[in-house]
């Protein structure tokens, strides 16, 4: 008899256990969702600011590209003897050189600690993830595309007599001085590294257009949602 008082009671007892533990488990399970979710949107904060960088780095690239081609154009003039150098032609050289050694290129911080600490995951959103892990991978490779196309031009231009090219000396320097500066840019030499440099320039405008129409839409979608977290 005894027994059988004690069985509803170890029951009880076991119920209780039991819903303990799924209770623990559901507040374990919410705490993990709630702190990936704050985790996300600072991520997805973090990541739109990158974004928004990016696009304006890029519109800038796009807009000095466009000066440097008229600065080409000019420069290849004066070199072909089309064109004689006015006053403001050691500007015009300097300009040639815009991105001839470097070009801004995107910000990665939050992407390479998404994908250091295998935070990616938290972005379920699987064409935001494909289109974020998408972005970084292309603009990496066609940033190496311009590094393997430079040529010596820029190194050419700074190793021009500084004399020729500082501001108002050419201006102001006598017939056989000025003569001496246009001879040192029409050379056949000079000539094939402008025309180059003005190819590079060219492939530079393609990129950080594509570069800039990819980052629009990419930062779009991660405004999106972050805004329906």
């Known amino acids: 008899m005894p027994n059988r008082t004690r069985l509803p009671r170890l029951l009880g007892e076991f119920l209780v256990i039991v ?3 799924f209770v ?5 399970s919410w ?3 709630w702190s990936e979710g704050r985790g996300l949107e600072g991520y997805l904060d973090r990541m739109t600011v990158d974004l928004a960088a990016d696009s304006a780095a890029f519109e800038f690239v796009l807009e000095r590209l466009d000066r440097k081609d008229s600065h ?3 420069t290849a003039a004066v070199a072909a003897g089309l064109a004689e150098p006015d006053s403001s032609f050691v500007e015009t050289l300097r300009g040639t050189n815009s991105f001839a050694f470097r070009t801004p290129t995107a910000q990665r911080a939050t992407y390479d600690d998404l994908i250091a600490t295998g ?3 938290l972005i379920r959103d699987v064409e935001v993830r494909a289109g974020i892990g998408g972005y970084y991978d292309h603009i990496g490779q ?3 595309r311009i590094d393997r196309q430079r040529t010596d031009y820029p190194h050419m231009v700074n190793r021009l007599d ?3 090219w500082e501001s108002g000396a050419l201006a102001a320097a006598g017939p056989r001085m000025r003569q001496q500066a246009v001879d040192s840019i029409r050379t056949l030499r000079f000539m094939n590294l402008l025309s180059a440099e003005s190819r590079l320039s060219t492939f530079q405008q393609t990129v950080a257009q594509d570069a800039l129409d990819r980052v629009t839409e990419l930062l779009g979608a991660v405004r999106r949602l972050r805004e329906s977290i």
């Open 19 to 21: 819903v303990g533990v």
């Open 24 to 28: 623990a488990l559901a507040g374990e």
């Open 31 to 33: 705490y993990q969702s």
């Open 72 to 74: 080409l154009d000019a």
């Open 119 to 121: 935070n990616l995951r």
């Open 142 to 144: 066609q940033w190496e």
């Open 162 to 164: 500084p004399s020729y």
